[in-house]
């Protein structure tokens, strides 16, 4: 049963357009999300978050949008940049949980054409 | 980063021949996490530890084991390689709850 989808597998814009990744999840009980960028041959490094009190989380290019109603989130990049053309992945988690599991979605490969 | 630290990098391994990889850390954090990646399922947890000794089942942890005997160190072993368990596994360690940092992975083929 997967508790966080990515469905689509892969999005392709062009520079300077923006990218909107988006990411569904089924369990109400998650109250933090996340969103890591993986590059080829690399582990996954963090990119932004956003607590379920937010409804929108800016950092720079990068802004996190939650849909708690829809149990959606999405991930908007402007302007693109090729750099940016990686794996996206979503990650939710219940900040009360002491154990700090990260579920992660199937992920959605970017790629940013010059 | 130095912080965290997989070895070996990439694997090739029978069928049926138990495998360990390592997972090593500097930043004396209290949790650590094995994941592995796969096409069209993302990062998949397969054993999680919240300390010394103690570890806990993920969701795809069939067919493995773990052990940490010291802070530093948290072992994935695959007590008989099978051809489904050819993946990249990602090693990840925390201090709060949302702040991980992943290793770089390891390759791992079972021919």
């Known amino acids: 049963d997967q508790q966080v989808k990515q469905n689509s597998p892969s999005l392709s814009v062009q520079e300077g357009r923006i990218s909107i990744l988006n990411c569904d999840y089924t369990?109400?009980?998650?109250?933090?999300f996340l969103w890591y960028k993986k590059y080829p041959a690399e582990g996954p490094t963090f990119l932004i978050s956003i607590s379920s009190i937010k409804d929108k989380n800016e950092d720079g290019r990068f802004t996190v949008f939650l849909n708690k109603s829809a149990k959606h989130l999405s991930l908007h990049i402007v302007p693109s940049q090729p750099g940016d053309s990686a794996v996206y992945f979503c990650a939710a988690t219940t900040g009360s949980s002491n154990t700090g599991k990260l579920i992660f979605g199937q992920g959605t490969t970017l790629q940013v054409k010059p | 980063d130095a912080g965290i630290t997989q070895s070996p990098r990439h694997k090739v391994t029978e069928t049926g021949t138990p495998v360990t990889l390592r997972c090593h850390q500097t930043?004396?954090?209290?949790?650590m996490y094995w994941y592995r990646q796969d096409p069209g399922h993302g990062l998949r947890l397969i054993h999680y530890s919240y300390g010394v000794k103690d570890t806990d089942k993920g969701e795809v942890s069939d067919g493995y084991s773990v052990s940490r005997s010291k802070t530093e160190d948290f072992l994935l072993t695959l007590e008989s390689a099978t051809s489904s368990q050819t993946s990249v596994y990602f090693c990840?360690?925390?201090?709060?709850?949302?702040?991980?940092?992943f290793g770089s992975g390891t390759r791992l083929t079972v021919v």
């Open positions: 369990n109400s009980m998650f109250d933090y």
């Open positions: 990840a360690i925390s201090e709060f709850s949302a702040g991980y940092t």
């Open positions: 930043e004396n954090h209290r949790y």
